[in-house]
């Protein structure tokens, strides 16, 4: 009895296992796009050629967007140079003085250090030997540095535009530094400056793509 019950089951199951896979497969509703935030998304034009979009990151470093923001909208940032440039590391800007030394006359803001990591494409907030020292200079990544995790405040990723990023002009200064034509917040939709020749193409970079290659 027991013997006839098993098999009655086990039947069963094939003859329903064989059904499924012959029935077409269920649609399967992809998830809707996310749409870009656009307040909080840096556009760098940049003497390089083009133009950049950083997509900021107000969950996890919210007084540095803000101020980024602040400082974009008052036109601070427009012609600022790329003053330290290291092959294989990252570019730094956001000083009015071009030396490194300067910086808004707004506070210092207090350490934002969070998980995120500094991947290609990462912009993080530059400061001094001080934790809380963050002001108005940034710096955006070449390539994946681990050991500035916890230790340097990152606010955003380079979404599109990496290419013209990759063509700054190297040096600590740089001979002929490039520089940023005009920053603005992509929700004011600031139409960009003409540009010089422009450099070849590259694939725009997700903010989940661990390598950005």
Known sequence: MLSRIFLSKLTALILGGLFLAGAPALAQTPPAPVAPDLENMLVLDLSTGGRVTIQML????????????????????????????????????????????????????????????????????????????????????????????????????????????DAIERGEPPATPSKVLQASIAADNVPPPAFPAQPVAEKPIALDQPSGS
């Open 58 to 165: 107000p969950a996890v470093a919210p007084s540095h967007v803000e101020r980024i923001k602040t400082l974009t909208r008052q036109g601070f940032y427009n012609g600022v140079v790329f003053h330290r440039v290291i092959e294989g590391f990252m570019a730094q800007t956001g000083d009015p003085t071009g030396t490194g030394q300067g910086g808004s006359e707004l506070p210092d803001l207090k350490a934002e250090f969070n998980k995120m990591p500094h991947l290609r494409g990462t912009v993080s907030m530059a400061r001094t030997n001080e934790p809380d020292t963050a002001n108005s200079q940034f710096f955006i990544c070449f390539q994946p540095r681990f050991n500035l995790d916890n230790k340097y405040t990152v606010f955003g990723r380079v979404t599109s535009g990496m290419q013209f990023v």
